[in-house]
């Protein structure tokens, strides 16, 4: 039964760069979060979306940031014309649909802009 | 608007003795409140919750939590410490009405020395 996956685990893009962040939730779960954990900080909600829907994206930087989670396949944190304040680990967290849920984390994408 | 506090961001501790990570949190209307750990390098593990009910709530690897709603906190407490209970910790918070949506605390690290 595999936990929720993101992949690459290590990302490196020089500025201006598209970064491209993938995450496939695990068996059953319908729901998807994004996070970013910048050094030293606590996470930060960044989007919660279902399939085909974004529910929440008030954590979202207003530009060059976006995320989809389509019918088939991972959702996707799409970072456009990267800056080196984009650094991060970003995690991704996968539920069954809300109610009483916990989340449950993948091991996170650490993104490097040089 | 939902927020956490964890006022200590460094708990140090003995083997063998008890410990307590803070949390308290503030909301409209009723908390789901989680405790998550992670380790360097790794996402988020859950630990447990408090939904309703007792609020005396046993999780994973002989961690508790006391949801106390007159304070509006629910710490975290081990009777016993291990060295492998060295950590970063994070409480977290969803109102019942607000789907999707959690607020993380900015983390406590724990360190239980020898």
């Known amino acids: 039964n595999a936990g929720v996956m993101q992949n690459p685990r290590h990302l490196v893009r020089r500025r201006g760069q598209e970064a491209r962040l993938r995450c496939s939730p695990m068996?059953?779960?319908?729901?998807v979060y994004w996070y970013r954990q910048l050094p030293e900080e606590g996470l930060k909600f960044m989007v919660y979306?279902?399939?085909?829907?974004?529910?929440?994206e008030s954590g979202m930087p207003k530009e060059r940031f976006s995320a989809e989670f389509p019918k088939e396949g991972p959702s996707i944190l799409r970072i456009q014309q990267v800056v080196r304040g984009d650094s991060a680990a970003y995690f991704c967290?996968?539920?069954?649909?809300?109610?009483?849920?916990?989340?449950?984390f993948g091991p996170g994408t650490r993104l490097t802009v040089t | 608007a939902q927020s956490v506090a964890q006022p200590e961001d460094q708990v140090n501790v003995a083997e063998g003795n008890p410990l307590t990570v803070k949390c308290t949190y503030s909301?409209?209307?009723?908390?789901?409140l989680f405790w998550y750990v992670q380790y360097p390098n790794r996402g988020l593990q859950f630990l447990l919750k408090?939904?309703?009910?007792?609020?005396l709530v046993k999780g994973s690897y002989g961690f508790e939590a006391e949801f106390n709603k007159s304070q509006t906190s629910f710490h975290l407490k081990k009777p016993s410490a291990l060295v492998s209970d060295s950590a970063l910790y994070f409480c977290?918070?969803?109102?019942?009405?607000?789907?999707?949506?959690?607020?993380f605390g900015d983390g406590t690290t724990l360190t239980v020395k020898p």
């Open positions: 967290a996968s539920s069954r649909p809300q109610g009483r849920t916990e989340q449950y």
């Open positions: 068996k059953g779960h319908s729901h």
């Open positions: 979306l279902q399939k085909e829907n974004i529910i929440d």
């Open positions: 909301v409209s209307g009723n908390p789901y």
């Open positions: 408090y939904i309703t009910g007792d609020n």
């Open positions: 977290a918070v969803r109102v019942e009405t607000n789907a999707g949506k959690s607020t």
